[in-house]
């Protein structure tokens, strides 16, 4: 049995990750922070009871700022795989935060990867990188562009982009980076922009709220399935080589476009609701995400299934059903067809 530590297994990544792992038959470890209240929402329904025997399902309490705890772990754990998903995600906060964005984001890194050479264990490391490291860089963005971060986080994500090839190159580490562009699902953080607009649309509908502010609307991402790309996660890790790999889906839409499609799928006109606050202005913005995936066709075998429409569609119909709204369903059967048998397919978030 293959046997898997994950950081950031609370996340919307992480907790597909685990789910797809678990289907897989691996063991799966993951770090978990402790909180003065439950954060373990995304993993309800795969949890197990420890006491229960076949358990393949297991947390630990321990942080990417804390050194000592992820050598033991690493230590007594003995991984095959790692997959480095924890971190401060969100943009825009780095800006407030950041020195603690540098310290989780970039230098858990280097913890992490100490932790791994100093156990002398033989395993794989992913390291979560980002298409927010070509920043300034004109689209497409390939594996070839030149990084221009243009915030802490990505700034962040730079470092612990070079730190996971050194220690490739320096101690015949298999890490590799990927460089993921945005991706969204039903369990997306709510601060994000997609589930922001999203959850909004299903609190309009409901009638529990009657405006959304937002902040740029012409900036242009390049938006994909996150269990998609947890896939690409693996088929990375299992790979002969470690590679660095650009995935994406190649369609670039606005923020605007995103919001146009989300609440007319709702029978909802955007422009009755949503207004600008410059708050979410970013001091420094990242205009355009479009990426050229063809290292990972070519590699992986690896093509995006789901589409925009299709993406925005569950989104709204999952948060729509989280209300106890009856939603569309045009999203929930994309879903069903497009074989994510490995998830929950659940209606409601979670
Ligand atoms: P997310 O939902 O924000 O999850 C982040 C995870 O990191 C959570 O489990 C969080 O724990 C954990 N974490 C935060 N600070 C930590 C610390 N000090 N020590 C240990 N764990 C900590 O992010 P995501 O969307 O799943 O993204 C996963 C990774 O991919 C992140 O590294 C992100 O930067 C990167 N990435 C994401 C995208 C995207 O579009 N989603 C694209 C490219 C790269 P709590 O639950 O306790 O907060
Ligand atoms: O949803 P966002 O906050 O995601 P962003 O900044 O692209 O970062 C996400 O993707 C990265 C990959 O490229 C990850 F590495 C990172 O961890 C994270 O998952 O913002 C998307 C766009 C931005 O241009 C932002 O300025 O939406 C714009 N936006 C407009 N109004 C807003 C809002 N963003 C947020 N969060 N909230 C708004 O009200």
């Known amino acids: 049995m293959s ?3 994950i950081t950031g297994i609370t996340g919307q990544d992480g907790s597909y990750l685990a789910e797809l792992l678990l289907h897989r038959g691996y063991e799966v470890h993951g770090l978990i922070r402790r909180a003065s209240t439950f954060n373990t929402q995304r993993l309800e329904h795969i949890y197990q009871d420890p006491h229960v ?12 700022a804390d050194a000592g705890r992820l050598t033991n772990l690493v230590y007594e754990i003995q991984p095959d795989e790692i ?24 230098l858990g890194v280097a913890r992490l990867l100490e932790a791994v050479r100093r156990s002398g264990i033989k395993t794989r490391y992913y390291q979560a990188s980002s298409s927010e490291l070509f920043g300034a860089a004109p689209p497409p963005q390939s594996e070839s562009t030149p990084f221009m971060p243009q915030s802490p986080y990505a700034a962040a994500k730079l470092y612990a982009y070079w730190m996971t090839t050194n220690y ?23 601060t994000f922009v997609t589930r922001k607009i999203t959850r909004a649309v299903a609190r309009i509908r409901k009638g529990l709220q009657k405006k959304l502010y937002l902040g740029n609307l012409e900036a242009r991402r ?11 996660m693996t088929l990375l890790l ?43 202005f970013r001091p420094t913005e990242v205009d355009h995400l479009l990426a050229d995936a063809s290292k990972a066709r070519r590699l992986l075998g690896w093509e995006p ?15 729509l ?30």
């Open 305 to 319: 299934r789901v589409t925009f429409r299709e993406l925005v569609r569950i989104m709204v119909d999952c948060d």
């Open 83 to 106: 997959y480095n998903l924890g971190a401060q995600s969100h943009v825009r906060v780095s800006f407030d935060m950041p020195e603690y964005t540098g310290d989780v984001t970039g």
């Open 53 to 64: 025997e076949d358990t393949r399902l297991f947390l630990h309490y321990g942080d990417l």
């Open 168 to 190: 490739r190159n320096a101690y015949n580490l298999f890490a590799v980076n990927g460089i993921l562009f945005n991706h969204e699902s039903p369990r997306r953080g709510e």
């Open 3 to 5: 046997r898997a530590l």
């Open 222 to 232: 390049d938006w994909g399935f996150a269990p998609e790309y947890v896939e690409c």
């Open 238 to 280: 299992q790979h002969d080589t470690p590679e660095d790999v650009v995935i994406g889906t190649g369609e670039s839409r606005s923020v605007r476009e995103f919001v146009e499609e989300s609440f007319s799928y709702a029978g909802l006109d955007w422009r009755e609701h949503v207004e600008i606050d410059p708050r979410y």
């Open 321 to 350: 059903a989280a209300l106890g709204e009856t939603p569309p369903g045009a999203g929930v059967h994309a879903l069903r067809k497009k074989g994510f048998g490995w998830t929950a397919n659940r209606i409601t978030p979670g």
